[in-house]
């Protein structure tokens, strides 16, 4: 048995700091009104103990008191509230320079991926000092992706793509837990986080075994399930361009727009009718089932490395798979207008 | 007992509610709210310590690291059955159904509950709920945890989800039905007199109950019926392989499942307010702060759900906004906590045994409240949600709060409901070691929680061993601190002295009738001309019997 009873896990992220001087404030605020409450308590009941020769003093109530400890609390609880939001709001939204690594939980193992495209199972190596944004994808049932000691955690859903960030400061090894019951080896669905300084994290990328970069992968897989023969830049294509579609607008065939990101890419391969371009037909077989997490992974990456379009889209049919910037704000204008914006594209 | 004893030996009367009919028809079919308290009161106990021995099976497997004393399948159900048992088996219907069901009715002055039938009718439905969740656990019971998120539960596991499910709807009516009762009965059966300003605050956090009751509990019905029919059928509304949300499954069960926390601790609040103003002879103080807080947290407690959902996945925004509503309901909690201690202010304080749980209740909600304002901050719960920290923090409410106030309301009415005291001494060292062997259980657990260990987990890295083993040999202490008012409370029915119509010298309408009392309550309707807890020499006891 370990004897040593630290009160605080490791600090091994610059969040972490933080969220222990906001536990320590929350550990001050409950102590100073528990042991008021428990004071008082002992103090009334030693000093108004039940004597023969003396009798209560009825007493109704005073609304000053009233207002009193109904304000203090509620003054305190917004403060609470503010540090908590803004604590969050860091937590939760990655800087745009992090390093991108994906997790893939399923029962139960973790699985992650490299960009170079070096993977592992249960363990998962970071550099230290700089930004990591872990993109997180369930196989089966909710997970949850737990790091005590940079103190982040977020449930990995099933058929959505979750964010996890940190910047680990402390090179170490760290426990990884899945706190999300997810059934017969919960428990055991544990691993570890290895931070590593940057010439080291470097040098075990260097050592990894890798097929290729992650997006390599998923070109090959491109090739593969035949999403070129629809998806080409050229007047003859079926289906949308993706050149330069990764985080752009897009127009459906309903007339919304939506932001081409990892759930929307994924979405349009496993339920391509859920979205159609405007301008397409709903002809695209489902992927379901054919391409693994890991593979829509690659794909995705794949496509964010397509290439931009610099100015027009690179589609000659005309069709505009992807709307320009300066165009959102005017369609937004005409759906407020409840008019519908003309297509301006022709049908194939 | 208290020290006002008179100096004539009190009697049992000759007629009362226990001896008026015999045999086992008179008390299946019993129309008698009294009769159906002890029936519930019995049941539910069945419960407690069923939910409690799965416990204590729990903390004998987390003496050590290694999950070697279970399977990882065995311990997972450990878990499940022991929240889903103590959940909707005991702490829902606990205070409402044997407490509110005797003293409510007699609190108003009224014969009866309203629907006498229905009353029973609740018994019955929770009784074939209990079967359901007996069968469950005969044939090799559940291990979604209580919690049944899915797709874990509607698409994963082979055990028998939808008979617990049944279950656990069938308790839920019989919880409908008793919230029915309750709030028709108050406005409808109130004595002569008795204004909704002289409510006892027991009938007012009832009321508050049962208002949650009617409106929350329905959709834990839909929820779980959704549940089955995904299990069953592949409908696809909670399962993503056939188009459903997870999530959504976790914004309805915790639509009803938040407000059912405050189904669990508002009668334990409304007993605490009995207890508090009995023992201090003391008028409550601030009585309409402390009524009309009942009605805040029920209404808040019903716009805070999603803060059981901060890592899950919803919208950063939606979180803000959840995080701030859930402090609000801590204003109201806090008001309650802060009139009790005013109430015992130049008070006369006995510290009998009910009066112990009650100030043990003011101590452990008070942490349990607290650190549940903790949980609420954004930037905190997202490293201690799904921790011991969370387990930590509803122990102290649900155990510390709502069984420390369950039991002493327990002890407060025993006198009432059986005629007979029981043993002092004995009860006030029950309530001590309660209140050792529960801190000791559970404080461990917020630091472990703190330190990273996930709920749930069969086996834990060794590092979090020596505050496992506090907190187990925290369980075996409370273990005794609950087996011993049973076997007194038992010994007392055939040995306890005879307690008297009024042992505490307490103003309920309650009190001003034989205990344990008449069939019909009361030989003639009171009236009532004063406030609540109108303690003090100057007032007489202004009941006409």
Same mark, same amino acid.
């Given at each position: ?8 896990? +490791? ?12 536990? #320590? ?10 042991? #008021?409450?428990? #004071? ?110 940079f103190r982040v955690k977020q449930d990995v859903l099933p058929n959505r793509y979750v964010y996890s960030w940190f910047e680990a400061t402390t090179p170490g090894s760290y426990h990884l837990f899945c706190s999300q019951y997810c059934g017969t080896n919960h428990s055991a669905m544990v691993g570890q986080v290895i931070a590593m300084k940057p010439e080291d994290y470097a040098e075990w990328l260097a ?13 090959? #897989?491109?090739? $593969? ?41 994924? +979405? ?24 693994? $997490? ?43 207008? %409840? %008019? ?9 | ?5 008179? @100096? ?35 049941? *539910? ?53 044997? /407490? ?12 009866? /509950? ?40 509607? &698409? ?15 308790? &839920? ?42 409106? !929350? ?7 779980? *019926? ?17 188009? &459903? ?25 409304g007993v605490i307010s009995e207890l508090v103003t009995c023992f201090s002879r003391k008028r409550v103080f601030g009585y309409s702060f402390v009524a009309f807080s009942s009605i805040a947290i029920a209404v808040f407690g019903f716009l805070v759900w999603a803060h059981h959902m901060f890592v899950a996945g919803i919208s950063q925004y939606s979180a803000m906004v959840f995080s701030l509503l859930s ?36 101590? /452990? ?39 420390? @106030? ?20 004995? !009860? ?18 917020? *630091? ?14 060794? =590092? ?9 040999? &925290? ?5 005794v601190a609950f087996i011993l008012p049973a076997i007194y409370f038992l010994w007392s029915l055939k040995y306890g002295p005879i307690a008297g119509d009024n042992p505490w010298q307490a103003t309920g309408l309650e009190w001003q009738t034989s205990s344990p009392p008449p069939t019909h309550n009361f030989h003639e309707v009171p009236v009532v001309t004063t406030e609540p807890y109108h303690y003090g020499?100057?007032? =007489? ?5």
């Amino acid at each position: 048995m370990h004897f040593n009873l630290p009160l605080f896990p +490791e600090q091994a992220s610059t969040i972490a700091g933080q969220v222990d001087a906001f536990y #320590l404030f929350l550990v001050l605020v409950t102590t100073f009104f528990s042991l #008021l409450i428990a #004071l008082l308590i002992l103090f009334f009941i030693i000093r108004y103990r039940r004597r023969p020769d003396q009798e209560a003093e009825q007493i109704h109530g005073s609304t000053l008191l009233e207002i009193v400890w109904t304000a203090i609390p509620l003054g305190i609880t917004l403060c609470i509230f503010v540090w908590g939001a803004v604590l969050y709001y860091k937590i939760e939204n990655p800087p745009g320079n992090a390093l991108e690594i994906y997790g893939v939980g399923k029962q139960w193992m973790w699985k992650f991926q490299h960009p170079g495209g070096q993977r592992e199972i249960n363990t998962l190596h970071v550099p230290t000092g700089r930004p990591v944004k872990v993109t997180l994808i369930s196989q089966d049932v909710i997970h949850d992706f737990f790091v005590p000691a940079f103190r982040v955690k977020q449930d990995v859903l099933p058929n959505r793509y979750v964010y996890s960030w940190f910047e680990a400061t402390t090179p170490g090894s760290y426990h990884l837990f899945c706190s999300q019951y997810c059934g017969t080896n919960h428990s055991a669905m544990v691993g570890q986080v290895i931070a590593m300084k940057p010439e080291d994290y470097a040098e075990w990328l260097a050592s990894g075994k890798a097929e290729g970069s992650l997006s390599s992968m998923g070109e090959k #897989l491109f090739q $593969e399930f035949g999403c070129t023969t629809c998806h080409r830049p050229d007047s003859g294509a079926r289906g949308p361009n993706l050149q330069g579609l990764y985080g752009r607008p897009v127009r459906l065939s309903d007339t919304r727009v939506v932001v081409a990101d990892d759930n929307y890419i994924r +979405e349009s391969i496993l339920n391509p009718n859920a979205k159609i371009v405007q301008g397409f037909q709903p002809i695209m077989p489902t992927f379901q089932g054919v391409v693994s $997490e890991e593979g829509l992974i690659q794909i995705t990456e794949y496509i964010k490395h397509m290439g931009t379009q610099e100015s027009e889209p690179i589609n000659n049919r005309t069709t505009p798979t992807q709307l320009r910037d300066n165009e959102v704000p005017m369609i937004q204008q005409e759906l407020q207008q %409840g %008019g519908q914006p003309a297509p301006s594209g022709k049908k194939p | 007992m208290s020290t006002a004893t008179t @100096a004539i030996k009190p009697v049992m009367p000759a007629r009362h509610y226990l001896n008026d009919n015999y045999g086992i028809r008179s008390w299946l079919l019993t129309k008698d709210h009294k009769r159906i308290a002890i029936l519930y009161l019995v049941s *539910i106990t069945f419960f407690f310590f069923m939910g409690g021995l799965f416990a204590a099976l729990i903390r004998l497997e987390l003496l050590t690291p290694a999950g070697d004393l279970f399977t990882s399948d065995t311990y997972n159900k450990l878990f499940s059955m022991h929240g889903i048992n103590m959940v909707f088996f005991f702490l829902v219907p606990s205070i409402p159904a044997t /407490l509110g069901n005797f003293v409510l009715p007699m609190m108003l002055g009224a014969k009866d /509950l309203a629907f006498p039938k229905i009353n029973l009718l609740s018994w019955y439905i929770y009784m074939f709920a209990a079967f359901f969740s007996l069968a469950t656990m005969v044939s090799g019971g559940v291990d979604t945890g209580w919690t049944f998120y899915t797709p874990l539960s509607s &698409g994963f596991l082979r055990t028998h989800v939808a008979l617990m499910a049944v279950g656990v709807i069938f308790a &839920g009516f019989s919880s409908i039905f008793t919230g029915l009762n309750f709030i028709v009965t108050v406005h409808r059966m109130r004595a002569p007199g008795l204004t909704w300003g002289r409510l006892p605050l027991f009938v007012w956090s009832n009321y508050a109950t049962s208002l949650i009751m009617v409106l !929350a509990t329905p959709v834990l019905a839909i929820t779980l *019926i959704l549940l089955a029919m995904e299990r069953t059928f592949h409908i696809g509304v909670f399962d993503p392989r056939y188009g &459903g949300d997870p999530v959504l499954f976790q914004h309805m069960f915790w639509f009803y499942s938040h407000p059912a926390v405050y189904i669990m601790i508002l009668p334990g609040m409304g007993v605490i307010s009995e207890l508090v103003t009995c023992f201090s002879r003391k008028r409550v103080f601030g009585y309409s702060f402390v009524a009309f807080s009942s009605i805040a947290i029920a209404v808040f407690g019903f716009l805070v759900w999603a803060h059981h959902m901060f890592v899950a996945g919803i919208s950063q925004y939606s979180a803000m906004v959840f995080s701030l509503l859930s402090m609000a309901v801590a204003i109201p909690s806090a008001v309650k906590i802060f009139n009790w201690t005013a109430t015992m202010y130049k008070g006369s304080i006995s510290l009998d045994t009910p009066m112990l749980y009650a100030l043990g209740f003011m101590g /452990l909600f008070t942490i349990g409240g607290l650190t549940g304002v903790m949980l609420a901050a954004l930037g905190m719960d997202v490293h201690l949600h799904d921790t011991y920290f969370v387990i930590a923090h509803f122990h102290y409410v649900m155990v510390g709060g709502m069984v420390s @106030a369950y039991l002493g309301g327990l002890h407060f009415w025993w006198p009432k409901i059986t005629g007979r005291m029981y043993p002092e001494a004995v !009860a006030k060292l029950a309530a001590i070691i309660t209140f050792i062997g529960f801190n000791l259980t559970f404080f461990p657990q917020f *630091i472990l929680g703190y330190l990273g260990m996930p709920r749930r987990y069969h086996a834990y890295p060794p =590092e979090f061993q020596v505050l496992n083993v506090l907190s187990s040999a &925290g369980a075996s202490v409370l273990a005794v601190a609950f087996i011993l008012p049973a076997i007194y409370f038992l010994w007392s029915l055939k040995y306890g002295p005879i307690a008297g119509d009024n042992p505490w010298q307490a103003t309920g309408l309650e009190w001003q009738t034989s205990s344990p009392p008449p069939t019909h309550n009361f030989h003639e309707v009171p009236v009532v001309t004063t406030e609540p807890y109108h303690y003090g020499s100057d007032q =007489e006891v202004t009941v006409v019997h």
